[in-house]
């Protein structure tokens, strides 16, 4: 029998079926071709989780990545497979650090499903250059203003002549942007990670520290 190759180098794909359809069409010249047809879904999630992590290609474009692991349970497909139709998961996004701030490892303690608006309230960026902080740009006046998409508009603040100011009403849009997420969460464990970020951020307007992420 012959081996199959791992995925990204380290995935096993144990599944007793098929992870996709093809059928074969006739060719104008009179070559027949192969069509998929249907790609298992899931299998496409632990393909792209393994390639976040192994593929070095993937992670010199995205270097956030670096440093990130897949627990060896969901190295073999058959046991990823498993959690994920434990889970509420159709139409959702998977995350490792929204329960686990910081975690680097794909596994069934630290990761869950998550909706779109849930996972950008966490695509937050530094401002124009590494002097900037987070929600903040630098105006040619030499003011800094902070931005945030709340509710899915973009809300722009005002000119402040430090970055730190610009950066606290960063916090105070982001706060009212997770808030309005909560509301229509269901998953308690999602609802209790995002109260810990809104009290991390008004901790931090009330110290006037920096948030380097959330």
């Known amino acids: ?42 299998y496409s999630l632990w393909a792209d989780m393994l390639k976040r992590c192994y593929s070095v290609k993937y992670k010199a474009k995205y270097p956030t990545y670096n440093g990130c692991s897949v627990c060896d349970e969901w190295i073999h497909f058959s046991n990823f497979r498993d959690w994920v139709n434990s889970q509420d998961w159709e139409g959702k996004e998977l995350d490792k650090d929204i329960l686990v701030e910081g975690n680097t490892i794909y596994s069934p303690l630290t990761c869950l499903f998550v909706t779109k608006e849930v996972n950008y309230l966490f695509l ?10 987070m929600g903040v740009r630098l105006l040619e006046s030499g003011k800094y203003k902070a931005s945030c998409k709340v509710g899915g508009r973009q809300v722009i603040g005002t000119p402040r002549a430090s970055g730190m100011q610009a950066h606290n009403d960063w916090k105070t849009m982001k706060i009212k942007a997770i808030n309005l997420v909560i509301e229509n969460q269901t998953d308690t464990r999602v609802i209790e990670a995002l109260c810990r970020r809104v009290k991390l951020l008004e901790d931090s307007i009330l110290n006037n520290t920096e948030i380097k992420s959330l």
């Open 1 to 42: 029998m012959k081996t199959k190759r791992k995925v990204c180098g380290v995935g096993i794909n144990d599944s007793l079926t098929p992870i996709n359809k093809r059928i074969t069409l006739p060719h104008p010249k009179g070559r027949q071709i192969q069509q998929t047809v249907w790609a298992c879904p899931i």
């Open 124 to 133: 937050c960026k530094r401002g124009c250059t590494k002097t900037c902080l």
